[in-house]
């Protein structure tokens, strides 16, 4: 997980997410909604690598998926405690630690596009679950009898 930037800031008016400015005053100014709030959502805007048996790919995940991938950490409740720790050398770090090596299924959309001339290929989880082992094994069994006998 790249624990850089992991949110954006953004508006906390209902049904907009669109990103805010920091006014000099500390309010934020949403330019969608004109408006100017004392407070913002943070949003999860990041990116991680997943690995599998064939391969392994950067892929970003938004708000709904990254509450999962975090325990349902919110992207402020990380903030603060990232800002509550801030001068303590590794120890943000070391509280994402307990994120790696988590096993899910995702669903991936994955776009080609071209940008300064460059083809790039961008993924980003659409679904994400944790793996549940019992009905996986029973779709695979299921998946096994389909197939014809020889």
């Known amino acids: 997980?790249?624990?850089?930037?992991?949110?954006?800031?953004?508006?906390a008016q209902d049904g907009?997410?669109?990103?805010?400015v920091q006014n000099t005053d500390g309010s934020w100014h949403c330019e969608k909604c004109n408006s100017t709030m004392q407070d913002c959502e943070r949003r999860y805007i990041t990116s991680a690598t997943f690995i599998d048996d064939s391969a392994q790919a950067w892929i970003s995940a938004f708000n709904d998926t990254g509450l999962q991938m975090f325990g349902n950490v919110t992207a402020d409740q990380l903030a603060v405690y990232k800002?509550?720790?801030?001068?303590?050398e590794g120890k943000f770090e070391d509280y994402m630690k307990q994120f790696l090596f988590q096993r899910f299924i995702l669903k991936v959309?994955?776009?080609?596009?071209?940008?300064?001339?460059?083809?790039r290929v961008k993924s980003a989880i659409v679904d994400l679950k944790p793996c549940d082992y019992k009905s996986e094994s029973a779709a695979l069994i299921t998946a096994l009898k389909a197939l014809p006998a020889n």
């Open 1 to 11: 997980v790249r624990t850089e930037k992991m949110w954006y800031e953004a508006c």
């Open 16 to 20: 907009c997410q669109k990103k805010v």
């Open 83 to 88: 800002e509550e720790v801030e001068g303590e």
């Open 109 to 119: 959309r994955v776009k080609s596009e071209t940008w300064n001339e460059q083809q």
